[in-house]
């Protein structure tokens, strides 16, 4: 028998993939019942409501997200340039990894970012996973422009135009893959980083 907490995960995943076939809305207790092969019973024991199963869906998917992040972006102390440039690295390689551009996870990922505006525990969820990816980016920047001495960079301003570049180039990879392959859409990521650092990428 599965435990309290694998039959969530069994749910939550159920809700990741109905979301992304069939839409937020279109999305109901019902259909991922039967998207998990549980019955309505279980899913209401576990989540009582749509709205909490699907406010902890969005939990799962951005802690998952972050976690990844945080294992990229929580620096050491005193770390050396070289370090520095590795982190910028994995960085690019994790923000257009499979796992975080995987067609599914994007689907789901903006599905919630389209109705954050109407549904405060949304916009709540990731507007914290937003405020997250910056500082930690940012901070990231900050210690680049510090030891390679790049006279007047504001970390704040590249970060934010980083985060924005990332964002977009989801968004093409998700509605314009035959436009956008996820190799260019690197290149594209990695010449701004270029641009920024060029000493810390090459």
């Not at 069939?22 to 576990?46: D, F, K, P, W, Y």
């Not at 257009?96 to 549904?119: D, I, N, P």
């Amino acid at each position: 028998m599965r435990s309290r907490s694998e039959r969530r995960l069994q749910l939550i995943d159920a809700t990741i993939r109905c979301i992304a076939q069939h839409g937020l809305s279109a999305t109901t207790m019902q259909l991922v019942t039967r998207e998990a092969g549980l019955s309505l019973g279980i899913a209401n024991l576990h989540f009582q409501s749509k709205e909490n199963l699907l406010a902890e869906t969005l939990r799962h998917v951005t802690r998952e997200y972050n976690d990844g992040l945080l294992a990229i972006l929580t620096p050491e102390s005193g770390r050396p340039e070289e370090t520095l440039a590795s982190s910028l690295e994995s960085l690019l390689d994790f923000q257009l990894s499979h796992g975080v551009t995987q067609r599914q996870k994007m689907a789901v990922w903006f599905a919630y970012y389209g109705e954050a505006s109407a549904r405060p525990i949304y916009q709540k969820i990731c507007s914290s996973s937003d405020r997250l990816s910056m500082q930690k980016v940012e901070e990231l920047f900050a210690a680049i422009i510090h030891e390679g001495q790049y006279q007047e960079r504001d970390p704040r301003q590249l970060a934010t135009g980083y985060l924005a570049l990332i964002d977009g180039l989801w968004l093409s990879l998700l509605v314009a893959p035959r436009v956008l392959s996820k190799a260019r859409g690197k290149d594209v990521a990695r010449a701004y980083l270029q641009q920024a650092f060029p000493r810390h990428l090459s």
